[in-house]
């Protein structure tokens, strides 16, 4: 079992800024990449971002420059950095991890999700 723990959302006026944290736990082999996706009321999920076990990082196009990814390889925790937040950003964020697993001495590519983070901007 993989275990994916988010936290770090809130309230926050708009051109504030916040720092998600997610952190994978349990039985993993390793992790190919993490990132974020968001959803916000009456619209599908998206993606933020993601990066690589070998550091490529990859951003939505509309929000490059304003919300950053990094990672804690050691502590299997990946962050994102939101600044100048605006109304449009509220939404819930969600982690989502690609991860190697080991079951019965085989070895499994799966895709697990957060529980999700709310974030919302407004004054």
């Known amino acids: 079992q993989v275990q994916l723990v988010e936290s770090g959302g809130g309230l926050v006026q708009p051109g504030g800024s916040l720092r998600l944290s997610c952190a994978a736990s349990?039985?993993?082999?390793?992790?190919?990449?993490m990132g974020w996706y968001r959803q916000a009321p009456g619209k599908q999920r998206e993606l933020v971002g993601h990066?690589?076990?070998?550091?490529?990082?990859t951003y939505a196009d509309s929000l490059k420059g304003r919300f950053t990814i990094s990672r804690d390889s050691a502590k299997n925790t990946v962050y994102l950095q939101m600044n100048s937040l605006k109304p449009e950003d509220t939404a819930v964020y969600y982690c989502?991890?690609?991860?190697?697993?080991?079951?019965?001495?085989?070895?499994?590519?799966?895709?697990?999700w957060g529980q999700g983070t709310q974030v919302t901007v407004s004054s």
């Open positions: 989502n991890a690609d991860i190697d697993i080991i079951s019965y001495g085989n070895r499994y590519r799966r895709g697990y």
């Open positions: 349990g039985s993993i082999f390793s992790i190919n990449a």
């Open positions: 990066i690589t076990t070998g550091g490529s990082i």
